[in-house]
């Protein structure tokens, strides 16, 4: 009986999820080709408000409970984050107005990649080390007034035993131009005992990303945790990956077995 009703709430969730998640791309590509070239900024205002709601109602349809502590910056920002899993973007775009920095392998996932793209979700290839140059003068052009950027430095996802050490090569611009970084520590609970976190919210490993999302989409309610600490400063962008991965992994709440 659990069986069947799990497969039902994983089939309706997983209609929902993308019905939802295709109009929201299809209205912040309207609003590109209607306002970016009329007043631009507007089309950066437009983009963060549908992409708000999307991450209001994916939350709900996933069942993510949401906790909020401490106070979410406003743009223009740039915060870095552990990563656990591809649902970390739920939470992190219900309270921020910015785009992401992914790698590049999602721009070829079926969907996901045309979707991620289209919300000017910024990708780099980490194999390439003239990429971070790039992606470096790219994130000088993409902050602003309207929308920050949200950097998951540990380079991967893991299963929340700690936080990975941070890479810095993309703490570039912060450092050289000695703005202040925001940290965030995202952390779940699950309540289902057949279905921990660590190893059916956290994406890490070899994992298959349908075959993990499909069982993630049977827990009927993960419980989420998201921190905001304090600013951080540095004009050396090793030193301050350093101070930054200290405040975010004071602020984790590990998952292991949670």
Same mark, same amino acid.
């Given at each position: 009986?659990?069986?069947?009703?799990?497969?039902?709430?994983?089939?309706?969730?997983l209609i929902f999820f993308f019905l939802l998640s295709f109009c929201t791309v299809m209205f912040v590509a309207v609003g590109n080709i209607l306002l970016r070239f009329i007043k631009p900024f507007m089309a950066t205002k437009w983009k963060n408000h549908v992409i708000t709601i999307w991450?209001?109602?994916?939350?709900?349809?996933?069942?993510?409970?949401?906790?909020? =502590? +401490?106070?979410?910056? &406003?743009?223009?920002?740039? %915060?870095?984050s552990n990563h656990l899993s591809y649902i970390d973007i739920i939470p992190l775009w219900y309270f921020?107005?910015?785009?992401?920095?992914?790698?590049?392998?999602?721009?070829?996932?079926?969907?996901?990649?045309?979707?991620?793209?289209?919300?000017?979700?910024l990708f780099?290839?980490?194999?390439?080390?003239?990429d971070v140059r790039r992606m470096n003068n790219q994130i000088a052009e993409t902050i602003s007034s309207s929308q920050g950027i949200?950097?998951?430095? =540990? +380079?991967?996802?893991? &299963?929340?035993?700690?936080? %990975?050490?941070?890479?810095?090569s993309l703490l570039n611009y912060p450092a050289e131009n000695e703005m202040p970084v925001n940290c965030a520590a995202i952390s779940y609970r699950s309540n289902d005992d057949d279905r921990p976190a660590w190893s059916h919210v956290c994406w890490w490993g070899d994992m298959a990303f349908f075959p993990h999302f499909w069982e993630l989409l049977k827990i009927k309610q993960v419980d989420v945790?998201?921190?905001?600490?304090?600013?951080?400063?540095?004009?050396?962008?090793?030193?301050?990956?350093?101070?930054?991965?200290?405040?975010?992994?004071?602020?984790?709440?590990?998952?292991?077995?949670?």
């Open positions: 009986m659990k069986n069947t009703v799990d497969n039902l709430r994983a089939t309706a969730r991450a209001s109602l994916t939350a709900n349809i996933l069942g993510l409970n949401i906790t909020l =502590e +401490g106070s979410p910056p &406003k743009p223009p920002f740039f %915060l870095v921020l107005d910015g785009t992401f920095i992914a790698k590049n392998e999602v721009q070829s996932w079926p969907f996901f990649g045309w979707g991620t793209r289209t919300l000017g979700v780099i290839n980490r194999e390439l080390q003239t949200i950097l998951f430095p =540990e +380079g991967t996802s893991s &299963k929340g035993e700690r936080v %990975l050490p941070f890479n810095s945790t998201v921190r905001f600490g304090p600013k951080h400063v540095g004009d050396n962008r090793k030193k301050l990956a350093k101070q930054l991965h200290k405040e975010v992994s004071q602020s984790f709440i590990p998952i292991v077995n949670s």
